[in-house]
């Protein structure tokens, strides 16, 4: 007589290896492929994903460094020629950096991104010395 604890033995001697091919056929991490494999590059969507969100930050940037403008002029604040001068050059630079992104190649991508994340932090840093200085 068969009792239904040996009935299931055979079952799962049959159905575990089918469980688990695709653990075994999964990808492995890239630390167990080897130190000489480089990155791949960005996948498309990612690429398109944050060049898309970099063009919103700048439109952000532009709401608030025009809203800043504004209530500077009607409280008669100025910053300094050095302090202003510095700041527009991070807002131009941060602008090419997003346009360069949207521009960028599978193999430039890497470095936009790098050139874009390093110039609006040098934005936000010449921000906070601009805002400072208007206080």
Sequence with gaps: ???????????????APLM???LLLAPLPATAQGAAQTT???????????SRKAGVEMQEWQHKIDAFAT????????????????????WANSKKAADRLKKSSKSGWSDAKKYYDEQTSNLAT???????SNK
């Design 20 to 22: 688990m091919a695709p």
């Design 71 to 90: 209530r500077a002029k009607s409280e008669g604040k100025h910053a300094s020629a050095d302090t202003q001068a510095a700041f527009d050059k991070a």
């Design 126 to 132: 010449a921000w906070q010395r601009l805002t400072d």
């Design 40 to 50: 791949p590059a960005a996948p498309a969507d990612d690429q398109a994903s944050f």
């Design 1 to 15: 007589m068969l009792s239904i604890k040996n009935a299931f033995f055979p079952a799962a001697l049959v159905l």
